[in-house]
């Protein structure tokens, strides 16, 4: 600019304005004192304490995703193991069974679809299903969503506990009619 003419301030960002005032680094730093607050407690092993917290802490922790769980590794690890999978029956009689694939996301999904406080969940994942499995003449008539689970044992036992099958859910598939 030869002219002498001073250029244009550039427009700070939200996050700048907060960080040049006194106000706004105080916001900053309570909202990073009470989110490092809301992690700790919401690992806190089972307590009162933990109790008390919770009703606070813990539609901040759901609603910016900070909701872990540990309790897969300790105190006290899982005894059992589990599955879901769907049976799905055809208009021309014949049968099948959908496994989810096997990965993480898809097996923190089927563990929340598998609990009976989750059972609205259960007409859209049967309807997802034969959705997925309408192939023409294979039109599914009904898909019976089925628990299964079987005990871990000791390491070393050189054996494994027997699945147990617990059918949940059945969803008739609309326009259809089966025997």
Not at 34 to 42: D, I, R
Not at 116 to 132: C, E, F, Q, Y
Not at 143 to 151: D, P, Q, Y
Request: glycine content about 8%; proline content about 9%.
């Amino acid at each position: 600019m030869s002219d002498g003419a001073v250029a244009p301030e550039p427009e700070l960002s939200l996050q700048e304005r907060l960080e040049t005032t006194a106000a706004g680094r105080w916001v900053l730093s309570a909202v990073l004192v009470f989110t490092l607050g809301a992690v700790a407690a919401w690992n806190l092993p089972s307590s009162a304490l933990r109790d008390a917290t919770l009703p606070v802490v813990e539609p901040y922790v759901r609603t910016v995703g900070l909701d872990q769980t540990w309790n897969l590794f300790a105190p006290d690890p899982p005894r059992t193991t589990f599955e879901v999978l769907a049976r799905i029956e055809y208009a021309d009689g014949t049968s099948g069974t959908w496994r989810p694939p096997r990965n993480d996301r898809w097996r923190k999904w089927l563990g929340a679809v598998r609990l009976d406080r989750n059972m609205s969940l259960w007409v859209p994942t049967a309807a997802w299903i034969a959705g997925h499995h309408d192939h023409g003449g294979r039109r599914p008539v009904t898909v019976t969503l089925v628990r299964r689970g079987r005990e871990l044992l000791p390491p070393g036992s050189g054996t494994e506990a027997e699945w147990q099958e617990h059918p949940f859910f059945t969803y008739r598939v609309p326009g259809e009619s089966g025997g």
